[in-house]
């Protein structure tokens, strides 16, 4: 679990490689808005001296077209400004997701067991869009404060007790802004939260939409989703009043200003010290420097990105598992387990786990619920790190792998396996850098799967969106993936709970006559599965109680109770077809 200075530093970290990637593009906005700031500063100066000289009836031609130019310049440059705007917004957003989606995918369960799945998509849809403007919202603020800025400067230009005028107000508008800021961060924050929230909760109902309808709970579920929206309606509404209130007070304080500076001119001008057209660029050069209205907006826009930031920041704070830059030795697949013991948060699920599968060797990991037979099956291929200990293949520490030797050598089959790619065939060939039409369909008869894809619209090449297949088909696809994958460890998780004893006999007796030659590791729930491995790790209480054949462990009435529940069973010749 990462620290909050922790989650913090990332995200600026992560904002400042965003606004790297579109650096180029980045500085063309900012030039361009500092331009048009520019653009918008002369045009003042250019009316007053254009109305002086009308009044004094003296040529003003050249005057007039510079004032047309200005205006033209400002609506070209507005225009570029939108377009380099959206040009950076939709860069910065796209890197962010492609390089949150990589991380996620690279840390694996860790993420999920801190982040709902929900809460995760809103975070890589919706917090990614926010944060990706970050850098134009900077920019564009930079610009913004040069407005005010050269409004003074100018003020001071055309009569310094102009510039004094104003600046006696000027701190009132530096406290309105530096409140506005971080109240706004904190609303924003809040919001977002009450929004992942929300996210989390559907994601959950729709991926068990069968559960809800079939217990015909729609309605709970709706009010249990929708149960954040109180608090999220609050946090929207304490946005809108904290950026209200600054306005609010913006408006009250900046006329104020504005006169103050117009009555100056004014008494400047019936003494003789300014001209007509001087005063009217004093005016315009009192609302640019008071234009707090457009630095409020620019100052949400970077704290709605900034609290974006941090919530992707937390995802990016998790460290993904490092890997080594060893090559496996040629071996037989031989896998062991020294002294791993694993926590999840303040419990203890394995503790001192050492185990030896030797290579080409099928070993059944059973024990009762809650044993943590996944966790081990994770920890054996490197889908998690334990807390202590380490695991070897072929003597090989698996952190001191490189990721692509780790990847090629161990082989999964799950309980629910997630089937991706376009058709059946990409489904099985997933991960084989050129999976040939005659390997996957190998491996699919491997995993009596053969028959019922034939079958299929268009038999391996049907898509998987047209391929309605039962839970067991599902299993039996991933099996096929998994065999298809090869290697010299096949890690099997609960990956045959879904078929028929038949097919899973099929399977098991395939496996262990050569269908793999692998090692392979079987989390085990049925005792048949379990009686046909060559040994059995008994997983009890965080611990292995006892490794060895199943016909021998089956006298032993606590480990008959881990496949019935109960102490009470007749002989293993009843229970071991």
Request: charged content about 20%; overall charge positive.
């Given at each position: ?128 869009a926010q944060a990706g403007t970050a850098p134009a919202a900077r920019a564009a603020l930079l610009a913004a404060f040069a407005g ?35 109240d706004t961060s904190r609303c924003v924050t809040d919001y977002q939260q009450e929004q992942g929230a929300i996210a989390a909760a ?376």
């Open positions: 679990m990462t620290t909050p200075t922790a989650d913090n530093d990332t995200s600026r970290t992560l904002l400042r490689a965003a606004t790297r990637h579109s650096g180029a593009h980045t500085a063309a906005l900012f030039l361009v808005s500092t331009a048009a700031t520019g653009a918008g500063l002369l045009l003042p100066a250019a009316l007053g001296r254009t109305l002086d000289l009308l009044l004094a009836r003296a040529p003003a031609t050249g005057w007039v077209w510079c004032c047309a130019g200005l205006a033209l310049l400002l609506v070209l440059l507005d225009g570029c400004q939108s377009v380099l705007v959206g040009t950076v917004d939709a860069r910065t957003t796209a890197w962010l997701r492609q390089r949150l989606t990589r991380h996620v995918l690279a840390v694996g369960p860790a993420v999920t067991a801190r982040f709902r799945a929900g809460d995760l998509v809103a975070r890589l849809v919706g917090n990614a005010p800025v050269g409004g003074v400067v100018a003020l001071g230009l055309i009569d310094v007790r102009l510039a004094v005028v104003f600046l006696a107000g000027a701190p009132v508008l530096a406290a309105l802004l530096r409140a506005f800021a971080r559907l994601a959950e109902a729709v991926d068990g939409h069968r559960t809800v309808r079939a217990a015909g709970t729609a309605d709970r579920e709706t009010a249990r989703i929708l149960r954040p929206l109180p608090r999220l309606s609050r946090a929207g509404h304490r946005m809108w009043q904290v950026q209200g209130r600054a306005a609010a007070r913006a408006v009250a304080v900046a006329p104020l200003l504005q006169l103050g500076v117009l009555a100056v001119a004014g008494v400047l001008v019936a003494r003789h010290r300014l001209t007509v057209g001087e005063v009217l660029a004093a005016s315009r050069y009192a609302v640019l420097a008071t234009g707090v209205g457009m630095l409020v907006t620019r100052f949400a826009g970077v704290a709605r990105a900034r609290a974006a930031a941090g919530r992707l920041g937390e995802i990016a704070a998790e460290p993904a598992p490092a890997h080594g830059g060893r090559r496996l030795p040629p071996g037989p697949g031989r896998l062991e387990l020294r002294g791993v013991t694993a926590r999840r948060g303040s419990h203890t699920v394995l503790a001192g786990i050492d185990l030896v599968v030797p290579g080409g060797t099928t070993l059944a990991v059973v024990g009762r619920s809650g044993a943590g037979k996944s966790l081990l099956a994770a920890i054996a291929g490197r889908l998690a790190d334990p807390d202590d200990g380490e695991v070897l293949l072929d003597g090989v520490p698996l952190r001191e792998l490189s990721h692509d030797d780790l990847r090629r050598a161990i082989a999964y089959a799950f309980e629910r396996p997630a089937l991706l790619g376009g058709t059946v065939e990409d489904a099985i060939g997933l991960g084989l850098p050129a999976p040939s039409l005659t390997a996957v369909r190998e491996a699919a008869r491997t995993a009596d799967a053969d028959d019922f894809v034939r079958r299929l619209p268009h038999g391996y090449a049907t898509a998987l969106t047209d391929a309605p297949r039962s839970g067991g088909e599902s299993q039996r696809l991933g099996l096929a993936r998994a065999f298809a994958h090869g290697g010299r460890l096949l890690i099997l998780d609960d990956a045959l709970s879904s078929l028929d004893t038949v097919t899973e006999a099929r399977i098991t007796r395939a496996l262990a006559g050569g269908g793999s030659s692998a090692t392979r590791l079987l989390v085990a729930h049925r005792a048949a599965t379990a009686a046909r491995a060559d040994a059995v790790a008994w997983l009890d209480g965080g611990r292995v109680r006892a490794v060895g054949r199943h016909e021998e462990l089956w006298g032993t009435a606590a480990y008959r109770a881990a496949f019935t529940g109960t102490a009470e069973t007749a002989s293993p010749e009843g229970a071991c077809p």
